[in-house]
């Protein structure tokens, strides 16, 4: 790699790591709320279930703006995401969730944050198969110097 792009890469390397941090935090933040749910799922109710929404949403967000992973990977942990919203919305419409319903959840983040994990390590061991130093996903550098 050419001297031009190296501070660039790692600068940026850094603050995807934090990034992807914050948003694993979230998910683990929101987990912890959820696993409380195993405890006494009577205390779940409209308000609880619009506060995981809500927090799921926002979750979304982050993860959309993590530019240091490719489309098809933020997408991968969106899906993940949808699928633990979309339990917690059924649960809701019901006003009842059950403790399956809480380990389904409980698994589709600990998936997610598993994914960011992975996607993250392998953007960081190998950022010329995310993106190059013009931040294009194409292999190949459009500006030349790498």
């Given at each position: 790699?050419?001297?031009?792009?190296?501070?660039?890469?790692?600068?940026?390397?850094?603050?995807?790591?934090?990034?992807?941090?914050?948003?694993?935090?979230?998910?683990?933040?929101?987990?912890?709320?959820?696993?409380?749910?195993?405890?006494?799922?009577?205390?779940?109710?409209?308000?609880?279930?619009?506060?995981?929404?809500?927090?799921?949403?926002?979750?979304?967000?982050?993860?959309?703006?993590?530019?240091?992973?490719?489309?098809?990977?933020?997408?991968?942990?969106?899906?993940?995401?949808?699928?633990?919203?979309?339990?917690?919305?059924?649960?809701?419409?019901?006003?009842?969730?059950?403790?399956?319903q809480i380990n389904s959840i409980l698994a589709l983040l600990e998936l997610a944050v598993l994914k960011l994990r992975a996607f993250s390590f392998l953007t960081a061991i190998f950022p010329?198969?995310?993106?190059?130093?013009?931040?294009?996903?194409?292999?190949?550098?459009?500006?030349?110097?790498?």
């Amino acid at each position: 790699m050419s001297s031009c792009c190296s501070s660039t890469v790692f600068t940026s390397a850094g603050s995807a790591v934090l990034a992807v941090n914050r948003t694993i935090q979230a998910i683990v933040n929101l987990s912890q709320s959820v696993a409380a749910l195993l405890g006494n799922p009577a205390a779940y109710n409209s308000t609880y279930a619009a506060a995981i929404t809500n927090t799921i949403e926002f979750i979304k967000l982050d993860v959309a703006g993590l530019t240091s992973l490719t489309t098809v990977q933020r997408n991968e942990v969106i899906n993940v995401l949808n699928q633990a919203e979309a339990i917690n919305n059924s649960a809701s419409a019901a006003g009842v969730i059950t403790v399956q319903q809480i380990n389904s959840i409980l698994a589709l983040l600990e998936l997610a944050v598993l994914k960011l994990r992975a996607f993250s390590f392998l953007t960081a061991i190998f950022p010329f198969l995310q993106r190059d130093c013009c931040g294009t996903s194409n292999l190949r550098s459009r500006c030349g110097c790498c």
